[in-house]
Nanobody
Framework: QVQLVESGGGLVQAGGSLRLSCAAS???????MGWYRQAPGKQRESVAS???????NYTDSVKGRFTISRDTAKRTVYLQMNSLKPEDTAAYYC??????????????WGQGTQVTVSS
């Protein structure tokens, strides 16, 4: 089993920064890792992802402000969020694809961490 433990959320003023972390327990191989967010009344959306090879993708609204990275040895993914805006306020969820058998992928979700940006 793989459990995801997130940390780093909180309350910050507009223009500030936060760093989210998500550590995966266990020893099952992990493929891609990423972050989603969900604001009240809105659908959950992908914020950023990073492949096992280190390729990254970002939603347009965070490009140039957020940086995703991973430490494979620590089975941890990070999201550095700079120049935060009130519209970034949401619950942020860690998302990973575990690969117990080569080529077979299963999604796993973290419990979510709240990010609130005040204007």
């Amino acid at each position: 089993q793989v459990q995801l433990v997130e940390s780093g959320g909180g309350l910050v003023q507009a223009g500030g920064s936060l760093r989210l972390s998500c550590a995966a327990s266990g020893s099952i191989s992990i493929n891609a890792m990423g972050w989603y967010r969900q604001a009240p009344g809105k659908q959950r959306e992908s914020v950023a992802s990073i492949s096992s090879g280190g390729n990254t993708n970002y939603t347009d609204s965070v490009k140039g402000r957020f940086t995703i990275s991973r430490d494979t040895a620590k089975r941890t993914v990070y999201l550095q969020m700079n120049s935060l805006k009130p519209e970034d306020t949401a619950a942020y969820y860690c998302h990973v694809l575990i690969e117990p058998v080569r080529g077979i992928l299963y999604p796993r979700w973290g419990q979510g961490t709240q990010v609130t940006v005040s204007s």
